[in-house]
Every structure is written in structure tokens, then in C-alpha cells.
């Protein structure tokens, strides 16, 4: 990694720093390795620069504290946005009481409920991909099976899937090299809160047994969420159910076809799949979310002025060999695994057990039908940025 020099008279390290650029697979997660080794916090030496955490101590205690590290702003490049996700860019107490409106939907109860559907569609997925001897793996199952099964609890058609995943990929997966302004982003979101503007007006006259429906009647301290709310609520529950859980599948899949002790493992001992997926969620960390700054402060010996980003990435936290033994290694049966990647504090996330279920179950399904796969011969696996994730992935077996 070439970096530049620390600028002396500032008094704490500046690096060439930019979190969406495409990188081969854990590009990103290696040069924040390299940083971590060297020190907890640089900044960013672009126009506008933000500063970035590293080490997992001080970045668990920023995500635990709203009143200085905010969340109205949560991409490191545009700490003043002209848009809203709801609940992630609420701070406590409007937060809070979103928090509590979501979580019975989300509760361990809940989702056992939901383990016959999630069964079902993986299982539907995989019927007959075996006999195929390769697959597009995000195209034809990790962008297909978790995104099917949050559409049905938010009452979305399975028929849209196509134009949703464009559009997740314009808000989400465009770096600033395409997208300086965020305007592609930003039009997108517009759109897809068009679209959920249309839909709520369908859903008042003939309500159905989702999410969406059962939003409509929503209140906080006694008054009717408003309706600009509701569609940033909508905005935001679109972007995490279409695009978490197949990242996540991404690295797991791509680590299993590159690692052959670990997938024969996971084959011979199925029972170990649980504490795999909660090894492949710390090691494959992808969220980066981003802080703004409410107040002055000395945190930890960085300056931090009030107005300014932090860029605070979980990759960081969940690598850190002062928090993880042989951190960045895979242990299958790694326990205790007290991991950041559904975050902490607050806005740690309210679907983790939807997303650890659907997980699990891929695992065990897949396995069961393909045992044995490898990436084709030559075939280059890279990162796209803003939100890390596998940009594609072939696999084959015979």
C-alpha cells in the first residue's frame, strides 16, 4: 500500500484515504489492516476529509455514544444529506421509539415462525442447480433468496426484484469516482420512495398482512408517523433487506470455495455451521457506517471538531488482534465471538437474527446438494465500494 506521508505540523497521521474504490476481494479490509497496525484514528487527506477509527476499542465506544457521534449523517462524504433513513439516521429518543415499533417483527419468536418460508425458498432456489455444475452465485441465489423473503414480509412483488436491485445498486454500490455528488444516489432514492408513495396509497384501501400495512397505523407519543417518515422508513427497510444478507452469502461463499479445509469441515461436521456464520460475519465484516460530529472533542487524542465525519468501519473492529485472537483467520469453532457486525449500541441491528437464520440455512442446504465447488480457473474476484461486497462470483463443480 503506498500512503503519504503524515503531514508533521498537523500533529496525527493524513493518508490518501477512499472508501468506495473498487479493490480486488478485501482490498479494503487490508488497508485498514495496515492502518490499524500503526496507530487508532488518521484522516483522510481529500477536500473535506473525515477521519477514520481503526481499532475496535474506540470504535464500539463511538457507536454507543449518539449525543457526540450522531447518526443524522451516515456517509463519511456527505455529512450535510438531502435525504433521510429511517430509523438509522434518528438519534435517540425518536430512534428508540422506532426501535420498538420494528423489534416484534424482528423477536427470536418471530423468527421461528418464519423458518418454514425461509426453508422453502432456499430449498426452491437449489432444486436442480446441482445438476447444473455452476452457477452465477449472487445473480442466481444470494440476490435471489434473502431478497425474496424480506419483499414478502414488507409485502413487495417477487415480479419488481430486477428494477429494486438496480436501484439498490445506484444508492449503495457507486462510488465517488462515478458518483462525486451522490446525484445518482440521490435520484434513485427518490425514485424508490415514488414508488413506495404509489404503493401506501394502494395499501390504505386494501391493507394486507405486512409490514408496510401494519405501518400505516403506527404512532409515536400518541400521533400518526408522518407520512414523509414512512416513506424514509420504507427507503431505508428497502436498502437493508435487499442488499445485507447477500453480501454477507458473498464472502462466506467466496471463502468456502478458496479454502478447502473449511468447507470440507462444514460438510463433514454440519453441526459447527452456526459459530461458522458468526466466524464468516466477524472476519467478513462489510458495514461502514460513518458518525457525525455534534461537539468538540478529544477522543482518544483525536481533534475531532464538531461538523465533521468519522468513518468508523466494523471490518476494522472485527480484525482487531487487541480484540480477537488470530484475528485475521478464520476460526469455524471461535468461541467466545463477541462481534461488531450488526453493530453496537443503539443502532445495533434490529434484523440480525432475520440475517443469521437465513444465513444459517443457506449453509446447510447448500452443502447438502453441492458439497464440493471451486471459483473457475482465472477467474478475478473484486470489491465494489461504498458498501464493500463481492462484486461477482462464478462457481463450478462437477
Known sequence: MTAEPTIADAGFPVHAFNPGEELPVLGNAHRLDEY???YPFFRSSEENGFWVLTRAEEISEALRNPTVFSSSATVVSDPDP???WVPQMLDPPRHTAWRRLLAPYFSAGNMRRLEESVQARCEALLDGMAERG???FLADFAQRYPTSIFMDMFGLPISELDQFLEWERRILHVGPDEDPDRSIAITAMFEVMGYFDELIKVRREHPQDDILSDSLSWDIDGERIPHQELLSFCLLMFMAGLDTVTIQLGYTFW?????DEH?????REPEIIPSAVEEFLRLYSFVPPARKIMRDIDFHGCPMKAGEMVYINTSAACRDPRAFDHSREAVLDRKPNQHLAFGTGPHRCVGASLAQRELRVALTEWHKRIPDYRLPEGFEVREKGVMHGI???SLEWS
Do not use: N, P
Not at 471463502?255 to 479454502?259: D, I, K
Not at 468447507?263 to 460438510?267: M, N, Q
Open 36 to 38: 490499524q497496525d500503526r
Open 82 to 84: 438531502a435525504y433521510l
Open 134 to 136: 455452476g452457477c452465477d
Open 255 to 259: 471463502h468456502l470455495a478458496t479454502h
Open 263 to 267: 468447507r470440507e469441515r462444514i460438510v
Open 391 to 393: 462484486k461477482a462470483l
